[in-house]
């Protein structure tokens, strides 16, 4: 089971604080316990030793305290300098497996994205609502602000999470939930399973008061809506929109990858692909069809397939605006800025402001650069090809790389040797022009 969540992990180009190639994280196996204040956790993490060394890091917010550590079950000494969690281990041979276990405790904060977004400007990670209610928006990072983790997408490994919160409260995490139960009489324990490898920017946790609203999508995925009471009102758009995309998109991107699927409406301002659930601001609900097509889009395009690195976040936002776009044109509905055709001056505007979408401003990250742009380069391709051609390209792109990580250079090595053409320079010229090409 372990073997599916080997990965290749790489230092970020853009943020390499929170990226660690030394360690391969497989699996993660989180017992918290929230109390509304403070989370107490147990993290009994499975890592396969990149190289050999005497010394492993992970990814761990300094306002969290750290009471122990052990490697396989024994003890070792750490530092926790900023927000990293350096361990001193026995020498570990390159390509060994080992298990930390890192007991912390404290009260999460949420950190500073690194963007000029209106809806990222609340922080990331760890977040609290007016009312209390937890929730997580991680892209590009921020998981590690409630656990300890190699925090990149180049690491994706699977998980096993059981949240202990007070009575009365649900908690929410990616996957299948495999159960719930008393935990004393003033407390409830919830369990839940990710079978799939995810990034840790895909993970979310929500805590509230959530009911639970089942649903089977058309090809039999089990579905599930979580929402607050105040929420309640939005069942019948949700459940009608999300059957709708979820039915165009496996038509238009192939079987959907992942054994569930499900939405949770949170706070905040935002919207995110989180794997096998869809993280929603109810502030982000103000157009449900659009926000919602592409975030489940994502589940096939940066979910399913994900980016080596944050330098290719084109790689899944182009393709998820690109679909976007599709879906609402054959509706015959609303195109976002006006359709396609209009988007040429925008685009302009924003690589003057942040950059190319494939070499973007580290301080920008998440501008509408890397979503028009690259949406308008696959259509370039899309026409070259003829709309047949690219519509078996879009399935093929996903089940050949399903689970895994790609960038730039496997994009147009695949996409030559399936179309037996050369789009390096069209790519190029789309990916790395401060204008907008012609």
Not at 12 to 31: E, I, K
Not at 164 to 192: C, I, M, Y
Not at 310 to 336: F, H, I, K, T, V
Not at 388 to 408: C, I, M, P, Q, S
């Amino acid at each position: 089971m372990l073997a599916a969540a080997r990965s290749t992990p790489v230092e970020d180009p853009y943020y390499p604080r929170t990226s660690n190639p030394g360690v391969d994280a497989l699996h993660y196996h989180l017992a918290l316990k929230w109390d509304g204040t403070v989370l107490t956790g147990e993290a009994t993490v499975i890592i396969w030793a990149m190289a050999s060394t005497r010394s492993l890091r992970l990814d761990l917010s300094s306002v969290l305290d750290v009471s122990g550590v052990a490697l396989d079950e024994r003890p070792i000494r750490y530092t926790h300098p900023g927000d990293s969690l350096v361990m001193t281990v026995p020498q570990v041979a390159t390509g060994s497996q080992h298990t930390l276990t890192i007991d912390y405790a404290g009260s999460p904060q949420p950190v500073p994205a690194p963007s000029g977004r209106g809806d990222l400007q609340e922080g990331l990670g760890w977040s609290l609502d007016p009312e209390g209610d937890v929730y997580t928006f991680e892209e590009p990072y921020g998981a590690y602000t409630w656990y300890p983790v190699n925090d990149h997408p180049s690491d994706t490994a699977l998980y096993d999470v059981q949240v202990t919160v007070p009575r009365g409260e649900v908690a929410v995490f990616n996957g299948s939930l495999e159960g719930h139960g008393p935990a004393g009489p003033d407390a409830t324990t919830w369990r839940w399973h990710l079978a799939e490898p995810a990034a840790s920017y895909l993970t979310t946790i929500a805590v509230g008061p959530y009911s639970a609203f089942h649903d089977t999508m058309p090809d039999g995925t089990p579905a599930t809506y979580w929402l607050l009471p105040q929420d309640r009102q939005l069942l019948a758009s949700l459940r009608a929109e999300s059957r709708r995309a979820f039915a165009w998109l496996v038509d238009q991107a192939g079987d959907y990858p992942f054994d569930t699927f499900g939405v949770v409406i949170v706070g905040g301002e935002s919207g995110m692909e989180t794997q096998s659930l869809v993280t929603l601001s109810r502030g982000a609900l103000d157009r449900p069809d659009a926000v919602l097509e592409h975030e489940v889009a994502h589940q096939w395009f940066g979910d399913a397939v994900t980016p080596t690195d944050w330098q290719g976040l084109w790689l899944s936002e182009g393709w998820a605006m690109w679909l976007q776009q599709a879906y609402e044109s054959d509706r015959g509905g609303y195109e976002d800025a006006g359709g396609m055709s209009r988007w040429r001056p925008l685009d302009n505007a924003a690589r003057r402001r942040a950059g190319p979408p494939g070499d973007y401003a580290p301080t920008s990250f998440g501008d509408v650069n890397v979503y028009l742009g690259p949406a308008m380069m696959l259509d370039r391709i899309r026409q070259r090809v003829g709309d047949r051609e690219f519509a078996v390209l879009t399935k093929a792109w996903v089940a050949e790389h399903e689970y895994g990580n790609v960038d730039r250079a496997e994009f147009i090595r695949w996409l030559d040797a399936e179309t037996g053409q050369s789009f390096a320079g069209l790519i190029s010229r789309w990916l790395d022009s401060p204008t907008t090409p012609r």
